[in-house]
């Protein structure tokens, strides 16, 4: 018999583009995450108020808010949350280290790559500050 987790971790996908969440959801729900989704920057920045997520999976290049606006509306209101940003675009390094933003993803996704980054970006977020 396999002990389940008591707390189940949630994370929030926000991308605008339908089969990219769809995927995420369905490879995350397999790792045992609890998915919420978003489909663009306004709905984002909603859902982490509502939910309160464990990490955010942050497409950049978004309708209503970028990923860069949504994360800049966070640190304003003082929230700190894990977030993996991912894009399709090429400069995806320098925008991440310019935020401050240690994990990114670049898409197409390299699926295990993928899922080793967001656990060690959960795992970093447990960490005592």
Do not use: C
Request: charged share 25%.
């Amino acid at each position: 018999m396999k002990s389940k987790n008591l707390v189940r971790r949630t994370v929030l996908i926000a991308d605008d583009d339908n089969d990219n969440r769809a995927l995420l959801a369905f490879l995350l729900e397999q790792e045992g995450w609890e998915v919420k989704q978003a489909k663009d920057g306004k709905e984002a920045l909603e859902n982490v108020f509502q939910e309160q997520p464990d990490l955010l999976i942050l497409d950049h290049r978004m309708p209503e808010f970028t990923g860069t606006e949504v994360y800049q509306h966070l640190q304003t209101r003082g929230i700190s949350l894990t977030i993996v940003l991912v894009t399709a675009y090429g400069y995806l390094e320098e925008l991440s280290s310019s935020l401050g933003i240690s994990y990114f993803v670049s898409k197409p996704f390299d699926i295990p790559n993928l899922l080793n980054i967001i656990e060690s970006a959960y795992k970093k977020s447990l960490e005592p500050v």
